[in-house]
């Protein structure tokens, strides 16, 4: 069976500072990973995706993310973060197989001034 | 559409109450999904539709829960004798495929229904 772990429930970091979202994922073959972000009031959003090849992938409003198949993780980071950032992040694992993607159960990141 | 559509927005019923939620997909997107989402909880996976083939109903969590897909369109959620705990966003997705391309699990999400049960 796939499954996520989003070890840290609410994050609190301050603007400008650097951030890193843990992500920890089970799953028998290659994945499929995700991240997804949700802003208050806001619809799920994809931020990024990996599926092969570099393990260090970019995505929107500066986000990336490092797939790391020893550790099982796929954590997401920003250097500098903006207080708009502040929202609920969703790690996701999917596959070839015909199953839906599961999620993580998030990450509240507040962002103080 | 350009996005997925979900209606309706809000929803407050009484308990014992039956409710439908509808959603309407991207065109040509084959896969479509519902998801839950209890307050301050993360994505619960109900029910997967892909094509015309049999549906993963392995997520509902009671019977009381019930989905329907015309084709490749529109899916109407139903909840039967609604409880307390059934109040949540109702969320849907859709994508290009469920699987066999990781392209393919690239979910577009709708705004949600949010389902308050008195």
């Known amino acids: 069976a796939q499954s996520v772990t989003q070890p840290d429930i609410h994050i609190t970091v301050s603007e400008g500072a650097s951030l890193e979202l843990r992500c920890n994922y089970s799953?028998?073959?290659?994945?499929?990973l995700f991240w997804y972000v949700q802003s208050p009031g806001q619809g799920l959003q994809l931020l990024l995706k990996y599926f092969s090849g570099d393990t260090l992938v970019q995505g929107i409003k500066g986000f990336e993310a490092e797939f790391k198949r020893s550790q099982s993780s796929f954590n997401l980071r920003k250097p500098s973060v903006h207080w708009s950032d502040a929202a609920e992040y969703f790690c996701?694992?999917?596959?070839?197989?015909?199953?839906?993607?599961?999620f993580g159960s998030g990450t509240r990141l507040q962002v103080q001034p | 559409g350009a996005g997925v559509s979900q209606s309706p927005s809000n929803k407050v019923t009484e308990k014992g109450k039956d409710v439908e939620l509808r959603c309407d997909p991207i065109?040509?997107?084959?896969?479509l999904y519902w998801y839950r989402q209890r307050l301050g909880q993360g994505l619960e996976f109900l029910i997967y539709?892909?094509?015309?083939?049999?549906?993963?109903k392995s997520g509902l969590p009671s019977d009381r829960f019930s989905a329907e897909r015309t084709g490749e369109s529109v899916s109407t959620l139903t909840i039967q004798r609604t409880q307390q705990e059934d109040s949540a966003v109702y969320l849907c997705a859709s994508s290009l495929g469920g699987g066999g391309w990781g392209g393919a699990n690239v979910l577009t999400f709708g705004a949600g229904s949010r389902l308050t049960v008195l």
């Open positions: 996701a694992v999917g596959g070839t197989g015909r199953r839906a993607l599961t």
């Open positions: 539709f892909q094509g015309n083939s049999a549906p993963d």
């Open positions: 065109s040509g997107h084959t896969a």
């Open positions: 799953y028998g073959a290659t994945p499929y």
